[in-house]
């Protein structure tokens, strides 16, 4: 699957910003699908996923409660809705999506490395 990403950009500390990533040509259904970040100087991480049967949704500790993962009716659209950002939230946001069977929080462990299919980063930049 081909994965677009779009919707980074400057925003103030505090500021709100969704990112989106749309799917070329298939459904996302029965996909693994997720976001990572990756700041500069750091290790890549995974920020939220979804679980190919939609039954489980994961979110790193630091921002639960901020950002919400969605997809829209169609599945072809992935979303992170990202509220109350903080400096610490600039990064290189990738989305990701597999046709694999695996709970979320495996999705978005180890780093990445469980993930094959990446869109193109969008660059997240939480400033004043």
């Known amino acids: 699957v081909q994965l677009q990403a779009s919707g980074g950009g400057l925003v103030q500390p505090g500021g709100s910003l969704r990112l989106s990533c749309a799917a070329s040509?298939?459904?996302?259904?029965?996909?693994?699908i997720g976001w990572f970040r990756q700041a500069p100087g750091k290790e890549r991480e995974g920020v939220s996923c979804?679980?190919?049967?939609?039954?489980?949704?994961y979110y790193t500790d630091s921002v639960k409660g901020r950002f919400t993962i969605s997809t829209d009716s169609a599945k072809k659209t992935v979303y992170l809705q990202m509220n109350s950002l903080k400096p610490e939230d600039t990064a290189v946001y990738y989305c990701?999506?597999?046709?694999?069977?695996?709970?979320?929080?495996?999705?978005?462990?180890?780093?990445?490395?469980?993930?094959?299919?990446w869109g193109q980063g969008a660059q997240v930049t939480v400033s004043s």
């Open positions: 990701a999506a597999d046709l694999l069977w695996a709970t979320a929080y495996y999705y978005c462990s180890d780093s990445g490395n469980n993930v094959h299919s």
């Open positions: 040509r298939f459904t996302l259904d029965n996909y693994n």
């Open positions: 979804i679980s190919s049967d939609g039954s489980s949704t």
